[in-house]
């Protein structure tokens, strides 16, 4: 049986992306795993933009502007991902450890 | 575009309900229920263990991935330059201007990891 | 001169720091700091003198950078709130040396003893460029783009302090929550995107006007943007990583992130709004939410603020208290508009918000200032440190009691102007009694908790060990006399600020 593939299945995919990586970085307590989670999401918005663009056309060329965002996305991504893990690493030199239970020198 | 995204509303919720549901399983039937300290401890012939079990990477190992990756992911804005550069920079220079000041910034930011001492690997 | 030139000035600035630090042999690492004032100091002055272009058609670059009339002075009036705080921001870093200094690396042998302190001087010029360009950004693309640049400077500088174990944790805080609602922004424009088929704001509020609009997905994209740009305003429920982060990151930063980091989740919060409140049957929802966040924020960071006895942790309660200020003027939209006049500016949202955030930056920075010069003297931020202020530095004493007079809003103040332009916006545009009853109970509420520091100042004896004076470099003083200067001008004669606007 043959279905042809629309929007809608692709932001079905990409809606279980996103809802994976938020429940990760919310149930899980490893620094490094929550921060793969939240790439996670950031895949699943790209996902979701390509099919919007893909699917938004105009005389047959998708809409560019989608994927110009997406080309942003993932090297502010990079940036992000070089960042968060220069701080973890700092963190876990100093702590000795990645687990968000163990950040908790501050309350009030 | 007018189309009815109701229904993938609702397949979102499903979706936050299936990926909470399975990282709650793999914590309840996970290994965690089957572990204790003595298990987790190496193994070195009735000797006490000393030390770590994993050797520590060197942070310039850090330094030049997390370099490498920075720089590397820069040229995802050159390939639809390249596409596009053809037909745009004979009527508009300021496109090849433009990319021109964009590879210096990155040439800066080189230059400052170079004299900072950020790519020797021995020091 | 066109206007996007002030932008590039400031990212070759950074640039030539970066290469200064690098390069040239410097005995005193401060020396780049002073250089970026000045520069900085020009870029302000060449604020008043700058050009639009006549046509903006055809050209790409303008699909990014916004050049609409009735946007222009606002626009630049962020600017101006950008690059001002930035100044004063880098003559507190400099000021803050030491404390830096003894919480960066030790420098091995040989290397400069102030290595690792041109880098603080640095970003926030990089910031600072980011935040300009964020005034302007009228295409999601490019306000993403902005906003993330200064998001991530901002990472680097809260976790600045690595041998700090506060300054640290903060980082790691701002980090995993910072990138959280990046995934939420992002998620929310492409659902944006993919209900309107453009980036560009203009025609994103063409869109939603329209009555073929998807209404439940668009909410959803709003209610996704509303989390990331509530997180970044720090707007109840979202606000918990406030406190913890502006406790931990070093004090110059904090206040950095107190001022500028909330005037441009302002803007973009704004500009996007803007475009739901088009219509007739978004605007009612979309406001309806505001109504809510507002309420929530008032209540929240006025009353959570009371039992505070940290004073950075206190100020950050206060930031949460004024952001909820903030919301009630966004929360109360001009409702109606005459024969498509202009609207005075006091009676339109971002008129009233403008000038708030105008105010909050004079006060907010003068507090931090003064909080640099105690904290460079004890390791203590708590209240009881500040405890009989006025034995040990009247100066300081008198400029702290000007900046919390100010932000209770008393009146001569610049604050009074602030708090009083948004209850009467709220009540000229028909705002919910519960709203504006959380306004009067968060104003009451902030009198008890900024006059507890005024008196615990004046009325307590100095704690032990932390008794002696506190002396004051000329530069800070400098700042801090023309800062008092402004709060009383502006609490007397608000239209200075207004006349900037235009």
């Known amino acids: 049986m043959e279905t042809e593939l629309t929007l809608n299945h692709f932001l079905f995919v990409s809606g279980l992306l996103f809802a994976i990586g938020l429940a990760g970085v919310l149930l899980r307590r490893n620094l490094i795993v929550i921060f793969m989670c939240l790439e996670l999401m950031l895949s699943a918005a790209n996902l979701s933009l390509v099919a919007f663009s893909r699917f938004n056309t105009t005389d047959g060329v998708p809409n560019y502007d989608g994927q110009v965002l997406l080309f942003f996305i993932i090297t502010v991504a990079a940036a992000e991902v070089a960042v968060g893990l220069a701080i973890i690493v700092a963190l876990f030199r100093s702590r000795e450890t990645t687990d968000v239970s163990d950040v908790t020198s501050m309350k009030g | 575009m007018s189309q009815d995204y109701t229904p993938v509303l609702i397949q979102i919720v499903i979706a936050s309900g299936f990926a909470v549901a399975t990282l709650i399983a793999s914590v309840m039937l996970g290994k965690r229920a089957m572990r204790n300290t003595v298990k987790d401890s190496a193994y070195e012939c009735g000797m006490n263990p000393t030390g770590e079990g994993q050797a520590r990477f060197s942070v310039k190992f850090y330094l030049v991935a997390m370099l490498f990756v920075l720089f590397d992911i820069e040229v995802v804005f050159l390939y639809p330059w390249a596409v596009v550069f053809r037909e745009n920079v004979a009527n508009a220079p300021v496109y090849f201007w433009g990319m021109l000041g964009f590879v210096f910034v990155l040439f800066i930011a080189y230059l400052y990891a170079l004299k900072k001492g950020a790519l020797e690997w021995k020091s | ?502």
Request: charged share 10%; aromatic share 14%; hydrophobic share 55%.
């Open chain 3, 1 to 502: 001169m066109p206007v996007y030139y002030l932008e590039i000035i400031v990212v070759v600035l950074g640039l030539v720091m970066l290469m200064a630090d690098a390069f040239v042999k410097l005995e005193d690492k401060r020396n780049i700091a002073w250089f970026a004032v000045l520069v900085l100091s020009v870029v302000f002055l060449l604020l008043f003198k700058v050009s639009w272009p006549e046509s903006t058609e055809g050209s790409p670059f303008w699909k990014f950078y916004d050049a609409e009339k009735g946007s222009r002075g606002f626009s630049l009036f962020f600017k101006g709130i950008a690059v001002l705080t930035t100044i004063i921001v880098l003559i507190m870093s400099a000021e803050f040396r030491g404390v830096l200094l003894k919480y960066t690396a030790k420098p091995e042998d040989g290397a400069h003893p102030q290595s690792g302190l041109s880098e603080f001087f640095t970003l926030p010029v990089f910031a600072c460029a980011g935040l300009m360009w964020m005034a302007s950004a009228n295409n999601l693309a490019s306000i993403f783009v902005s906003l993330e640049a200064v998001t991530i400077t901002f990472y680097i500088l809260v976790a600045y302090m690595r041998r700090n174990v506060g300054s640290l944790e903060a980082g790691v805080k701002y980090l995993i929550l910072g990138a959280l609602s990046t995934g939420f922004l992002v998620y929310g424009f492409t659902w944006l995107f993919g209900v309107t088929g453009t980036m560009d704001l203009a025609g994103i509020k063409e869109q939603l006007a329209l009555d073929s609009v998807n209404v439940t997905a668009a909410l959803f994209a709003f209610a996704l943007i509303i989390v990331a740009l509530g997180f970044k305003v720090g707007a109840a429920p979202f606000q918990n990583w406030i406190p913890d982060v502006y406790q931990g990151a070093p004090t110059p930063i904090t206040a950095f992130l107190s001022v500028a980091s909330k005037a441009a989740g302002f803007i973009v919060l704004l500009r996007i709004s803007g475009c739901f409140f088009g219509s007739g049957d978004l605007s009612e929802k979309v406001g309806a939410v505001f109504v809510v966040l507002a309420i929530l924020t008032l209540l929240f960071g006025n009353l959570a603020a009371l039992p505070q006895t940290n004073f950075k942790r206190l100020l950050a309660y206060s930031s949460i208290a004024h952001a909820g200020f903030l919301l009630m003027a966004l929360a109360s939209p001009i409702t109606l508009v005459a024969d498509g006049k202009e609207p005075p500016l006091l009676d339109t949202s971002i008129g009233v918000i403008a000038f708030y955030l105008g105010a909050y930056l004079l006060m907010t920075l003068l507090a931090f200032l003064v909080m640099t010069a105690v904290r460079n003297q004890q390791e203590d931020d708590s209240l009881e440190g500040y405890a009989g202020l006025a034995k040990r530095s009247p100066f300081l004493a008198f400029s702290l009691l000007v900046s919390m007079a100010s932000l209770a809003g008393v009146p001569l103040t610049a604050g009074f102007f602030g708090k009083f332009f948004v209850f009467k916006l709220a009540i000229q545009n028909g705002a919910c009694g519960w709203l504006i009853a959380a306004g009067v109970i968060g104003a009451a509420a902030g009198f008890y908790y900024y006059f507890k520091v005024i008196a615990s100042m004046f009325w307590n004896a100095p704690a032990e060990g932390n008794d002696g004076p506190i002396p004051v470099s000329m530069p800070a003083k400098v700042v801090m006399v023309l800062l008092i200067i402004a709060i009383f001008a502006v609490g007397i004669v608000p239209n200075l600020i207004l006349g900037l606007i235009k």
